[in-house]
């Protein structure tokens, strides 16, 4: 690896769409009974800018007490991530094992354990096997490799009841420069005793200042990450990183405008792909909201909306039940125009101006039952405010799956 | 009916549990297509003092902006309910329905309108059938009677899709007197396209001021039909009247505080119906909170508790999850203290200062499967502020019912 390696392509090179600078590698280690991947890798080949927006729980798992402390950062050279066991609720011990495995990569990749930063997900309450977990450093350091199906391994290795990988890539050119961006997800899935645990990792062969990485983070996860719900429930462990590699001068103006943009994109690709795989979803609800007091109203009132389980149920059942919706919005806590709020779903207006209009119910009903994203543009007054939320349904397959208690 | 009708009896009167002062009636329309009673008449004998609770939506409909106008009042002297359509979302025509409502009311009373508050339930963005509804109150006027039967057909009258009657009693002597409170409600049940809407009207005979009625209806509704939740949606109709008959001098000191007491007794029995008959329900969470900074931020917490599906799902399934109820207090807007956060469900400690206990998980399975109503007693702290929450667990059929859908 030299330092040529780290410098972004011309853009008639032949297709690449991993950033440069990092290697991947995904193991089992014998943390999941299923005995799936369970051990995730990503090291950096030099120091990487790199910021963390984190879970707003007030119960916070150690690993993301520790990454908490290390970021934003300039000099981080790895990711470990296990799944399987949330290392959270496991008091001063588990904050001695998320520190261990930060060691444990630090040994390898030759660093100070400062410059790691960890992640863990699933079945909280219990310790790390921490014999398993440091063979599968071992073994995960020793299979690093550059290439796209080392990514694929690393990003198996993060899930846990998810459906399917969640990755997506992107690149966008400025000048002659090409400039790359990966990332990986996991998404909500539980198994009794645990909690639904959002991890996204993002990593860029553009070049950005420590400062710029976490500004454009922070912003990337107010578009996206922050604007989905299964649930509704907020877990000890939601971690999202993004790592720059790239060095030189740092982007700026419209390269890092289109940067912000490329990244706010690949944002709410995974964000979408987390709220698709919802436990038991069969559509998504993507909620526009228009004409609120300000952003934060709109976000408000699209968030109620999208979590009210009769809005949802509604959503499965593929029922243009307009009052649910309206009277969602109606509750939220910012202010709407009732004599002013229009509704439409899928595209078809079906409430103007706080009067009910009549439409064709049974063939809407037919069109939202095949959507698997389902479109509600709500408009709630005269204001600038507005902001789109995407909330997954909510279905029996949920509650079985949620009720389910073998004991 | 004289004036000594009024006069609280003896205390070693024979059992009535009836307030004096009120004759009742509920009938039939043909507002509803199952044929069940539709228009509830309640006709106090003199003026009496009334206040009202309303719901927060911002989405309002018609009856409750009547009620809102004329309450509180020295001079109502009926209720008029009718079920079966909500009057909502109904524009300028549903309001002067309303006002109509009142005014055939008062026609047959011999009194003003505005002395007639007027509650509507079911579906909405339909208009009331006026004919029917005017048919209907002048039935019910003819069958107006003090008695028991006739209170609870004027019970049965306001009911939807509620599985059965939600009626209370109570009285309480002080010195030589007796004074009575019945109420009546209904719950959180819809029929597409409609609303859950939470019905509660309570009547006593005991001698209260107006400003007394209003502050005693909104202490007693914060600590009862405002700390329920079957699905955290807010309906456009909700409302709360308290009606008070008693003549002579207004109660005070000791008095007032025990009429207090029973008034908050009552309501919270009425509310805990309607929670245990939420659609689909098979439980009720009753949730405790100590140790808050604030009784506001106790109730905060409990709410959010209340509110998380995967909290109400672990009920269904008799789930002693703890990390579900915990991180479901973690992300409450309201501060907790993680290393002083307890936990017990059914009685038994689980969760102790942030450190998961060892328990028999089976057999307090077992212990929450069969009872009807869960406790959950959740320590945040050491601060003073503390509230109870009541529930409905969510389960399958709660799904099935929202989701279905015969277009």
Redesign the interface.
């Known amino acids: 690896m030299t330092d040529s390696d780290l410098e972004p392509q011309a853009a008639s090179a032949p297709i690449q769409v991993l950033p440069s600078g990092f290697r991947f590698a995904g193991v089992y280690c014998g943390i999941k009974p299923s005995r799936k991947l369970d051990l995730s890798l990503v090291v950096c080949d030099q120091e990487v800018q790199a910021a963390g927006v984190y879970t707003?729980?007030?119960?916070?798992a150690p690993p993301v007490l520790l990454c908490r402390d290390r970021t934003p950062s300039s000099t981080i050279r790895a990711v470990v991530t296990n799944s399987g066991n949330a290392n959270?609720?496991t008091?001063e011990m588990g904050k001695e094992d998320a520190q261990e495995m930060t060691e444990q990569v630090a040994s390898r990749v030759g660093c100070d354990p400062s410059q790691v930063l960890v992640m863990s997900t699933g079945v909280?309450?219990q310790r790390l096997p921490m014999d398993r977990v440091r063979q599968g450093i071992d073994a995960a350091y020793e299979k690093l490799d550059s290439r796209l199906e080392a990514f694929r391994l690393a990003a198996d290795a993060i899930c846990t009841t998810d459906q399917s990988q969640k990755v997506a890539f992107i690149s966008f050119a400025f000048g002659d420069r090409v400039y790359r961006l990966a990332a990986m997800a996991k998404g909500a899935g539980?198994i009794?005793?645990?909690?639904?645990t959002m991890l996204a990792l993002v990593l860029t062969d553009a070049p950005l200042t420590r400062d710029q990485v976490a500004t454009a983070l922070t912003e990337a996860a107010k578009q996206s990450f922050n604007r989905i719900s299964v649930?509704?429930?907020?877990?000890?462990n939601d971690t999202m990183l993004l790592l720059a590699s790239g060095r030189g001068t740092p982007l700026e103006g419209p390269a890092l405008f289109c940067f912000q943009s490329v990244l706010n994109s690949l944002s709410i690709d995974l964000a979408k792909l987390i709220v698709a795989d919802g436990e038991g979803a069969t559509h998504v609800m993507a909620i526009r909201v228009e004409g609120a007091a300000s952003d934060d109203d709109a976000e408000v009132i699209a968030r109620t909306v999208g979590?009210?389980?009769?809005v949802k149920?509604?959503i499965?059942?593929?029922?243009p039940?307009?009052?649910?919706i309206?009277?969602?919005?109606?509750?939220a806590q910012a202010?709407?125009v009732?004599e002013k709020?229009c509704l439409k779903v899928c595209g078809e207006t079906i409430?103007d101006c706080?009067?009910?209009l009549s439409f064709d119910?049974?063939n809407l009903?037919r069109q939202m039952k095949r959507s698997p994203e389902v479109s509600i543009e709500l408009r709630v007054g005269d204001g600038p405010g507005e902001a789109t939320f995407w909330a997954s349904d909510?279905?029996?397959d949920?509650?079985?799956f949620?009720?389910?208690?073998t004991?």
Chains 1, 2 share one sequence.
């Open positions: 707003q729980n007030q119960i916070v959270a609720c008091g909280i309450g539980m009794a005793p645990n909690l639904a649930d509704g429930h907020t877990s000890t979590a009210s389980p009769l149920t509604a499965t059942g593929g029922d039940n307009w009052g649910r309206v009277s969602a919005a109606g509750y202010t709407i009732p709020t409430y706080g009067t009910p119910a049974a009903s909510l279905t029996t949920y509650v079985r949620n009720s389910e208690y004991t």
